[in-house]
């Protein structure tokens, strides 16, 4: 099993441009979520799926989109990149919501200047 | 919505001698308490975890202890060894699970050899 793969690793963006995280789990897992970590401020959830076709908002949703067409495939979509967006993001998995850990991806380091 | 406020932000100990991370949470409603480890470069690994209905867990050299009435929470490492340098985020949600884990701002652990 590869786990989380998560792509690209490095991104720099100008303002205003949008693009798409990549997050990807072949380990059958149906909760998935992403979250953004920014030095002091640990990590903050962005949006979390429950399942194909459901997802909901976390913690700092604003700016982000997300979809959940398949069990595998979780992509973030940033809409129009700002400088405040600039952080490390970690696309995470779990078996399901209450009895199972999350396994991380690796991240994502993303600049916008 | 959940707070959780973790210290120290830094913590140095030598080698063999133990360690022991603290975090506070803000909602009484939280049941589910897990800890992460982060490796430089890697992504957050669950390493242990604690459910409101326990009140101390143990796993070889790690534990954690949990007081429900001063809404804290205590990670402790025995025996350490520098493969234990890493930063340490706790975390808190109101279901038994996974469900809009609130993390901790983290602590970074460093081995002294």
């Known amino acids: 099993n590869a786990g989380v793969t998560q792509t690209p690793k490095f991104q720099v963006l100008k303002t205003g441009q949008s693009m798409t995280l990549q997050c990807a789990q072949d380990?059958?897992?149906?909760?998935m979520s992403w979250y953004r970590q920014d030095p002091g401020m640990g990590l903050r959830l962005i949006h979390y799926?429950?399942?194909?076709?459901?997802?909901d908002q976390g913690e700092v949703p604003n700016g982000y989109n997300v979809s959940r067409s398949t069990t595998e495939d979780f992509p973030l979509r940033l809409l129009s990149a700002a400088p405040s967006q600039t952080s490390v993001y970690f696309c995470?998995?779990?078996?399901?919501?209450?009895?199972?850990?999350?396994?991380f991806g690796s991240g994502t380091r993303l600049t916008v200047v | 919505g959940e707070n959780v406020e973790q210290h120290p932000s830094t913590l140095s100990v030598q080698e063999g001698d133990s360690a022991v991370i603290k975090c506070t949470y803000s909602?009484?409603?939280?049941?589910?308490f897990p800890w992460y480890k982060q490796e430089l470069g890697k992504g957050p690994q669950l390493i242990i975890d604690?459910?409101?209905?326990?009140g101390e867990k143990k796993d070889q050299r790690i534990a954690v202890t949990l007081n429900k009435t001063a809404k804290h929470f205590s990670l402790h490492i025995t025996e350490t060894q520098p493969e234990d340098s890493a930063v340490y985020f706790c975390?808190?949600?109101?279901?038994?699970?996974?469900?809009?884990?609130?993390f901790g701002t983290g602590t970074r652990l460093t081995i002294i050899p």
């Open positions: 909602d009484s409603a939280s049941n589910y």
């Open positions: 975390a808190a949600s109101r279901g038994f699970g996974n469900e809009k884990l609130t």
């Open positions: 380990m059958n897992h149906e909760y």
């Open positions: 604690i459910r409101s209905n326990v």
């Open positions: 799926s429950v399942g194909a076709g459901i997802t």
């Open positions: 995470a998995s779990s078996r399901d919501r209450v009895n199972y850990g999350y396994t």
